[in-house]
């Protein structure tokens, strides 16, 4: 294969395993508290967000527990609704920015997650992280095709975070009564979190997928967790509300 493709390839695997780590560590385990994780798991877990994505846990939670506070209202930190659809799709971190570094919003809506030491030693450097993530693709590929790799998954990890929350509140289907929308294709690109709609329906629910031809690959890498009895799970049969007519 040539050297591009393969660089192209390993982005694009290493975004898909950041989407996984992101839906089942930060947002069903630490966010709604879906499902719990082994505590060596949720530290490994830790480091991959950490060198593949330079995010801290807290401020993610602040964020994502902010947003369903406020679900398209005023106050909601990437609502398409109230920023309008192409600054959340494209500038999703950009919004994402102004909550995670309030420290008021942080420890109002995290409070469960407060900072220890290896947030202090480690956690709280990003860009420490991601110049380790870096350093482990130049060392395997090279410095050009790292910098592509890195790109490629830079690139697809902004862009998907900003379709769960910009594609995933404006178009698809809405089977259950909030403004959320389901989107199949979404999800197979993002580790399940297309079903948005289902998830709004039922956010301590640990499975997303709820109807038949729904899919959520972020709930099988869960199922492979809990069959190693490295997770568990609070429940996987969501309450159902009516739907929207
Ligand atoms: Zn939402
Ligand atoms: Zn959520």
Not at 34 to 42: E, M, N, Y
Not at 211 to 225: H, I, M, Q, S, T
Request: net charge positive; with cysteine; hydrophobic share 50%.
């Amino acid at each position: 294969m040539p050297a591009v493709l393969e660089a192209v390839l390993i982005g694009l695997l290493t975004s898909q395993f950041a989407f996984v780590v992101t839906t089942v560590y930060l947002h069903r385990a630490l966010a709604h508290r879906a499902i719990t994780l082994k505590p060596p798991i949720a530290f490994a877990c830790r480091v991959v967000i950490w060198i593949a994505t330079g995010t801290r846990p807290r401020q993610w939670v602040a964020v994502h527990r902010k947003h369903h506070a406020y679900t398209d209202k005023e106050g909601d930190p990437h609502s398409p609704v109230v920023f309008g659809y192409p600054l959340v799709q494209f500038g999703n971190a950009i919004l994402y920015r102004k909550v995670a570094r309030n420290p008021v919003a942080v420890s109002r809506y995290a409070r469960d997650l407060p900072g220890d030491r290896w947030d202090k030693v480690l956690f709280d450097h990003a860009l420490l992280g991601l110049g380790i993530g870096v350093a482990i693709l130049v060392a395997v590929l090279g410095w050009e095709m790292a910098l592509i790799a890195a790109t490629v998954h830079a690139s697809l990890y902004l862009l998907g975070g900003g379709a769960i929350n910009a594609i995933g509140h404006k178009w698809g289907k809405r089977p259950h009564d909030n403004l959320a929308t389901n989107n199949q294709w979404l999800a197979w690109c993002v580790a399940g979190e297309g079903l948005h709609n289902n998830h709004h329906a039922a956010t301590t629910s640990g499975r997303l997928s709820m109807a038949k031809g729904e899919f959520d690959p972020g709930w099988w890498a869960v199922r492979v967790l809990v069959l190693l009895r490295w997770a568990t799970v609070r429940h996987d049969k969501p309450v159902r509300k009516p739907a929207r007519v």
